[in-house]
């Protein structure tokens, strides 16, 4: 123990002997490992802590999809009914849909999330009330009671925090509904609805007549939890039976049918597990930069005190002892580095937290935990190692009598330890390389994604959301067979007028309405058939789609491809027509004309009894996500859904975003709820973002990820340019006499700059050989996080050449120029 003291102690004053050495080494060694630790902070919370629900190992998602297609989300209540009836492995299986709806307070109507959910799902997840109860299986069943789950958030924003709030009624979607219970800001399901949830309900779901008698309404999530010892494998054997069954009582509907399962947890962060893992990956590299550089700057400094080593072996240091020595003081900057680089962590972690919501699935459990501190200690022991092993060997290895003998000739550029920086600096530049490789992949991505063809225009162009007070919900789908008394299309009494008053609005040039612009996250599908065509049982057509106004594509600036657009004309006295989208046309009327066709969707089935006509193909427009390719589309005009329809609460009755074009920079939210006011004033207006915005916010992961490559990137060029810059002036120093003899035989000041810039040149090339190589080999791993550009892009791999060959050049210009300034009387003196 005396000994360890003595060392650290000896560690100490070295290190503060040469501030300039242990700042720099302090300061990589805390970059690279607070970069690492907060990274796997983050990857710890998302992908790998368990989510805070009861046995949550065990919860899986349900999907259904068919033979030819995986896993589609939903599938229907009957579908449902039957996994928990003829299923052995689940010791519970509950059910979800995800929906929106208003809640009527007394100080206004405000849009919410609102899932409906069966009531076992509470305790299926083990989740307490903060205040009141869950739901009761007879709050559950067809007509029962009329009740509703409130956030801790809404508790707090719209009931002030009111501890009397269960028992009151409450206005949800024009219903009147008791408050039985508030959930705590940490209870999240479904996690897949984003941060809403915090300020959301809960509804009961109570299936109706048409989710009772029909399989074709897939609107329904499933959940379910493993008994204890059940394998995924065996949970899959299991369903495929259930399917089996399915497809045997309902051939008709579910020919095909079978059901997908996974981790609940893996398939809400399954789109970013991959980015984590390419992060992590680029981080690794960072820390073999850093601890090759830091070794690097060690092995500078155990040349320089060769001779205070010399002297101590002379005097009867052992070899362990020397070696034990510089470990210590390796030991001692990765214990200082790690400290700074905690604080980074937290710095790292605020930054985080500032982030808009949802960027990061599972954001609100990233914090600390000790297995990160953990990490903290392994990646002290690593670079520890890594960095000190190498100058730990050259000082054990230390001759006294030739090291003395060598006094202040320095140490041959063809020594061990030569060889060894070289070694260590082609290495940094190589895995540099490979960071700025990807960084050049990403940056060539994101600028093919912002200019992506988006089938529409996003100057002047401002959207929002109107919600009616009584909005229906996308899960209370209902036919209704009383058409001679079908009530009036909000088309009609509300959004009709407003879409006049706006388009008359000082500043406004276009307006018009959409249930599902570009971007907008609703996505509603059906089935259809082309009238004339025989019917294909196993090869049943699907679409996306939409309920329009006339101006539709004018606002949006998207092109009529052939025949023309839904206009206002369109209503509900004129001849039914549709719209389809290019994708469409191509898929369904490969070889002919697609106008004039007509599209039956549902008859009878969903109160869709009149077939549309087809009468236009627009342009693809971006639908999802930017850069992915377009769905097949159905474009409705909005004043030809019928009120009795399956498609009417779905399309026109739930939610609907207004489309603005100005004529310049006009804030539109004054006066767009001035006119709801006057016209419609139940209704919830929210959203209210410019197109561009929203368009951004598409490609903002995107562009995280490339930013934060990018500084690893350029973390690993200055740590690059500065073990460049050591070896080089390093190889000066030792060849100072060597130099000063060779300008005093004749060679020129410029030969000697060019001898130093041509090691540097060597050093570069090889590490960029190198890196090359790596870079070649590792581009298939991110050919996934690419849009539009090959792995092999020879652009890209010509500009990361010439920015080495630059940063390279810019680090060997000092070093030559201190070369071609040596003086050769000087130099010779001082042997």
Not at 472 to 487: E, M, Q, R, W, Y
Request: net charge neutral; proline share 6%; with cysteine.
């Amino acid at each position: 123990m005396g000994t360890l003291v003595q060392d650290l102690r000896s560690s100490f004053r070295q290190l503060w002997k040469a501030k300039g050495f242990a700042t720099l080494a302090i300061v990589t060694l805390a970059l690279g490992i607070g970069a690492n630790t907060a990274l796997f902070t983050i990857v710890n919370a998302v992908l790998l802590r368990p989510l805070p629900y009861l046995h949550s190992n065990r919860l899986v998602a349900i999907e259904a999809g068919t033979k030819l297609q995986t896993g589609q989300g939903t599938t229907s209540w009957l579908n449902y009914r039957d996994i928990c009836d003829q299923s052995h492995v689940f010791a519970a299986v509950a059910g979800y849909s995800s929906d929106v709806s208003v809640v009527e307070t007394k100080d206004r109507s405000i849009s919410v999330v609102a899932p409906h959910v069966t009531p076992n799902t509470f305790p299926m997840l083990g989740a307490q009330p903060l205040l009141g109860r869950t739901f009761t299986e007879a709050e559950g069943q067809p007509n029962g009671e009329q009740s509703v789950i409130i956030s801790e958030g809404l508790w707090r924003s719209s009931f002030h925090s009111d501890p009397n709030v269960l028992g009151k009624a409450v206005r949800v979607g024009g219903i009147p509904r008791t408050i039985v219970g508030v959930m705590p800001e940490s209870f999240r399901f479904p996690e897949e609805m984003g941060h809403d949830i915090t300020d959301g309900v809960w509804l009961p779901i109570q299936p109706t007549g048409e989710m009772l008698n029909d399989r074709g309404y897939h609107f329904f999530s499933i959940i379910g939890q493993l008994r204890p010892g059940v394998s995924i494998e065996q949970a899959r054997a299991d369903l495929s039976q259930v399917s089996n069954y399915i497809a045997r009582v309902d051939p008709k509907n579910e020919r095909g049918l079978r059901f997908v399962t996974g981790s609940y947890q893996e398939m809400l962060t399954g789109p970013v597990r991959p980015v984590f893992y390419g992060l992590l990956g680029a981080l690794a590299l960072l820390l073999l930069i850093a601890c090759a550089n830091v070794a690097n700057l060690l092995i500078a400094r155990c040349i320089a005190r060769r001779h205070e080593f010399a002297v101590r072996a002379a005097l009867g240091a052992g070899r362990a002892r020397l070696v034990r020595q510089m470990l210590t003081e390796g030991a001692v900057l990765s214990l200082l580095g790690c400290g700074f680089g905690f604080a980074l962590v937290q710095i790292i972690l605020i930054g985080v937290s500032k982030l808009p919501p949802d960027t990061i699935p599972s954001a609100s459990y990233i914090a600390v935990h000790w297995n990160v501190v953990l990490l903290l200690a392994a990646i002290a022991t690593f670079t520890t190692v890594v960095s000190s092993i190498a100058p730990a060997f050259l000082a054990g290895r230390t001759d006294p009598q030739p090291a003395l003998q060598a006094g202040s000739r320095g140490v041959g550029s063809r020594s061990a330890s030569g060889r060894l920086t070289r070694a260590l600096v082609i290495a940094e530049v190589a895995l540099a390389t490979v960071l700025l490789c990807g960084t050049g992949l990403l940056f060539h991505t994101l600028w093919n994604l912002e200019h992506t063809r988006l089938g529409f225009d996003v100057s002047r162009i401002t959207t929002f959301t109107a919600m009616p007070a009584d909005a229906a919900g996308f899960s209370n789908l209902l036919v209704s067979p009383d058409i001679a008394n079908a009530p009036t299309s909000v088309g009609v009494t509300a959004y009709a007028p407003v879409l006049n008053r706006i388009r008359h609005s000082p500043g406004v040039e276009d307006a018009a309405l959409a249930t599902a612009p570009p971007l907008s996250g609703v996505q509603l599908g059906t089935s259809f058939e082309v009238l004339g065509r025989p019917k294909d049982p196993g090869h049943e057509l699907d679409a996306r789609i939409t309920a329009v106004s006339g101006d539709y594509g004018k606002t949006l600036g998207t092109a009529v491809v052939r025949g023309r657009m839904i206009t206002d004309d369109d209503n509900a006295a004129a001849p039914y027509v549709i719209v389809i989208n290019e994708t469409l046309a191509k898929q369904f009327f490969p070889n002919e004309d697609p106008l004039q066709h007509q599209i039956d969707l549902g008859g009878k089935d969903t109160g869709m009894l009149r077939p549309y006509t087809i009468i236009g193909v627009i342009a693809d427009q971006t639908d999802d996500k930017v850069g992915q390719q377009a769905h097949p589309m159905l474009f409705v005009p909005y004043q030809q859904v019928p009120t009795t329809s399956l498609f009417y609460p779905a399309l026109l009755k739930t939610i609907i975003t207004f489309v603005v074009k100005t004529r310049g920079d006009v804030p539109v939210a004054p006066e767009m709820r001035s006119i709801f006011h006057d016209v419609a004033p139940n209704y919830a207006l929210d959203n209210f973002k410019a197109m561009r915005e929203i368009v951004s916010s598409h490609i903002f992961s995107e562009r995280l990820g490339l930013y934060l490559i990018a500084a690893f990137a350029g973390l690993a060029v200055v740590m690059v340019v500065a073990g460049l810059y050591g070896v080089l002036a390093q190889l000066v120093s030792y060849r100072r006499r060597e130099i000063g003899i060779r300008m005093a035989l004749g060679a020129t000041r410029e030969s000697m700059a060019y001898l130093v810039l041509k090691q540097g040149s060597v050093l570069l090339a090889g590490g960029l050989v190198a890196g090359l190589v790596l870079a070649a080999l590792a581009g298939r791993l991110i050919t996934g996080f690419l849009y539009n550009v090959r792995p092999l892009d020879l652009l890209t791999y010509g500009a990361v050449v010439f920015i080495a060959l630059l940063i390279g050049t810019m680090a060997s210009l000092i070093p030559a120029r201190r070369a071609a300034t040596v003086e050769p009387i000087q130099a010779l003196r001082e042997d």
